[in-house]
């Protein structure tokens, strides 16, 4: 369960910016938060929605949680020796190249609260630390701090020989996940766990290619059902693959056994079937006509993916960010996806959700407090803040949508627009 998010100098984030799943002390509806036992508040957001203006950031937000994903599970097994760590500092500031990025996280493993984060120049990463909140106290589990390691008394394991592996370009985290830490693996499936769904356009391949090996949830096929889409059922087809992608397998196979200097085997009967899916719509007389996912349109196939994933999260009690869930999505259909995460009846597991958007309709949704909307807005000189909307003064029952239109929180395109015009000849 994800408490806190915190970056610094990552893309257009510049100084440190801060998501928080902290409940606010709003009188807003309470019945859609999640029970938490590891925060004083005793309750957490099972959903948190970014707004603001194209370029403003909100996408870099997610991209930061997906990029501290990114180094926990791969800095040890696909880093290089002396490759340096691949990261995104912010270009508008010629000092942040030389200033480290800054990752922060707080979540919760059976009720324990964790704070995990580490600072990572181009070529190393210069701190990283784990501390534990099993009660009040607070817990050092181990702190690196340019090479040097710390581990606390409540860190069992073998801690001295993973550090000893670990490159400079490697986070303890992931070298001791590799190495079978019985405490620390824990933490690694943490973020193994989140999930994320930022292709706004998806091709039907894409589409099917997520149910080659599994069917459709049937709560996915109800859920398009249930918003208008005519789709009422599903069928698989298969179909054997081209002459020409079997020859360009052949080639593919053939590079990597030279390259690799090893011998690939392929299993016939998985790689050379097409598997596409194709979903019932009720004809005429009554009979189910099957159509594929070229023909259906934009939306229907996105809703595919997200909320397959969005299902999964349910289902694990895990995190979900959609970069804009309105994309290609009618403004109903984007509130019922938020349902999923906000209703009780439904989100049984403290499952949770980062969404971003343009579509203000949302602002207005029943399942939705004050304090689960955010914003990003850019500074002159070009870096992204972060903020809720409970730093700013409200009250209950206020128009947050014509608020937010009219400029009262930011976050808003220049609506002084001055267009170009065509000169004729």
Wanted: glycine residues 6%; contains cysteine.
């Amino acid at each position: 369960m994800l408490l806190r998010f915190a970056v610094a100098n990552h893309l257009s984030i510049r100084e440190k910016q801060e998501l928080s799943f902290a409940a606010s002390s709003l009188r807003d509806r309470s019945d859609g938060l999640i029970d938490c036992k590891a925060v004083p508040s005793g309750s957490v957001l099972p959903a948190i929605v970014i707004y603001g203006a194209n370029a403003s950031g909100k996408s870099n937000v997610v991209n930061a949680i997906a990029a501290m994903q990114g180094m926990v599970l791969w800095s040890h097994t696909q880093g290089e020796p002396g490759g340096g760590v691949p990261r995104d500092a912010f270009k508008l500031d010629s000092t942040c190249s030389q200033t480290p990025s800054r990752f922060e996280i707080d979540f919760v493993i059976d009720d324990v609260r964790y704070h995990y984060g580490f600072e990572t120049t181009d070529d190393v990463f210069v701190s990283e630390w784990l501390y534990a909140f099993p009660g009040s106290h607070r817990r050092r589990m181990f702190e690196r701090d340019n090479g040097e390691f710390n581990f606390g008394r409540w860190l069992k394991g073998r801690n001295n020989n993973i550090a000893e592996l670990t490159r400079p370009n490697s986070l303890f985290l992931s070298a001791a996940a590799q190495n079978s830490h019985e405490q620390l693996s824990k933490i690694y499936e943490y973020f193994r766990s989140i999930d994320f769904a930022s292709s706004i356009s998806v091709p039907s391949t894409t589409a099917s290619a997520l149910y080659t090996g599994n069917d459709p949830d049937q709560r996915v096929i109800e859920f398009l059902t249930s918003i208008n889409t005519g789709v009422i059922g599903y069928q698989k087809r298969e179909t054997d693959i081209s002459d020409k992608d079997r020859a360009m397998r052949r080639d593919i196979v053939a590079i990597v056994e030279k390259l690799s200097g090893g011998t690939i085997k392929i299993e016939p009967d998985k790689y050379d079937k097409h598997v596409a899916i194709e979903l019932a719509h009720r004809g005429r007389q009554g009979e189910s006509v099957y159509l594929d996912l070229d023909s259906e349109s934009a939306g229907t196939r996105r809703l595919l993916i997200v909320l397959s994933l969005a299902y999964q999260a349910l289902d694990e009690g895990t995190l979900l960010c959609i970069d804009e869930v309105d994309a290609s999505l009618h403004t109903y259909a984007s509130e019922a996806i938020l349902k999923l995460f906000c209703r009780p009846e439904i989100n049984r597991n403290g499952a949770q959700l980062i969404a971003t958007t343009h579509n203000t309709n949302l602002m207005k949704s029943s399942v939705l407090r004050r304090d689960q909307l955010w914003f990003t807005e850019k500074t002159p000189e070009g870096a992204t803040e972060l903020y809720p909307l409970t730093d700013i003064r409200t009250r209950k029952g206020d128009n947050i949508e014509l608020g937010y239109l009219q400029g009262r929180y930011g976050a808003l395109p220049n609506d002084d627009i001055t267009l170009p015009l065509h000169e004729s000849n």
